[in-house]
T-cell receptor, first 117, second 109 residues
Framework: DTGVSQDPRHKITKRGQNVTFRCDPI?????LYWYRQTLGQGPEFLTY????????KSRLLSDRFSAERPKGSFSTLEIQRTEQGDSAMYLC???????????????FGPGTRLTVT | EDKVVQSPLSLVVHEGDTVTLNCSYE??????LLWYKQEKKAPTFLFML????IEKKSGRLSSILDKKELSSILNITATQTGDSAIYLC?????????FGAGTILRVKS
């Protein structure tokens, strides 16, 4: 399968614990995006990377959220001291990142569903 | 604040019907509008529109952008049960996408 993959697919954690999610983009894609989706809403942009550079992170929901893409390939999203309001689907997407449709046609992964109890 | 509004929120039709989904936006520095289909998991790309008045078509689906009215429509003709999904509209600005809440379409056989 050469699509975007995310791990784990489901995560149940207790409030206050830290969680980390991984995203592996399509191999030739240099842009990687993180979104959060709650029930009845469209995906909400969190942050994105061009190769290893994090070019936009102002939409990360709080300082408990952080993301990395250390070698410009896979990325991790960490949530520290989880709260019940963090329960959501966390989606990763990637794109070629050049211009036109290749820039904007984002391929989404299956998501990680987080439940904070 | 930038926002994307889709209507209707949900729609139930019978196979063979034609549907029109609406998307309106208020976004500074608009660059493009995209439509996605979301079934049980990840959204999949349908169309990208940048120019007003030019229709994009893919089989039974078509879409058009009206920059003057800050809106777009997605048409699906001869609907099939496999068209049942959430249809998401997103507007691109500043290298990120702002999504609407989606329209839930259910096609009954």
């Amino acid at each position: 399968d050469t699509g975007v993959s995310q791990d784990p697919r489901h995560k149940i954690t207790k409030r206050g614990q830290n969680v980390t999610f991984r995203c592996d983009p399509i191999s030739e894609h240099n842009r990687l995006y993180w979104y959060r989706q709650t029930l009845g809403q469209g995906p909400e942009f969190l942050t994105y990377f061009q190769n290893e550079a994090q070019l936009e992170k102002s939409r990360l929901l709080s300082d408990r959220f952080s993301a990395e893409r250390p070698k410009g390939s896979f990325s991790t999203l960490e949530i520290q001291r989880t709260e019940q309001g963090d329960s959501a689907m966390y989606l990763c997407a990637s794109s070629m990142g050049t211009s036109g449709r290749a820039l904007h046609e984002q391929y989404f992964g299956p998501g990680t569903r987080l439940t904070v109890t | 604040e930038d926002k994307v509004v889709q209507s209707p929120l949900s729609l139930v039709v019978h196979e063979g019907d034609t549907v029109t989904l609406n998307c309106s936006y208020e976004v500074t520095n608009f660059r493009s509008l995209l439509w996605y289909k979301q079934e049980k998991k990840a959204p999949t790309f349908l169309f990208m529109l940048t120019s007003s008045g030019i229709e994009k078509k893919s089989g039974r689906l078509s879409s058009i952008l009206d920059k003057k009215e800050l809106s777009s429509i997605l048409n699906i003709t001869a609907t099939q049960t496999g068209d049942s999904a959430i249809y998401l509209c997103a507007v691109e600005y500043g290298n990120k996408l702002v999504f609407g809440a989606g329209t839930i379409l259910r096609v009954k056989s």
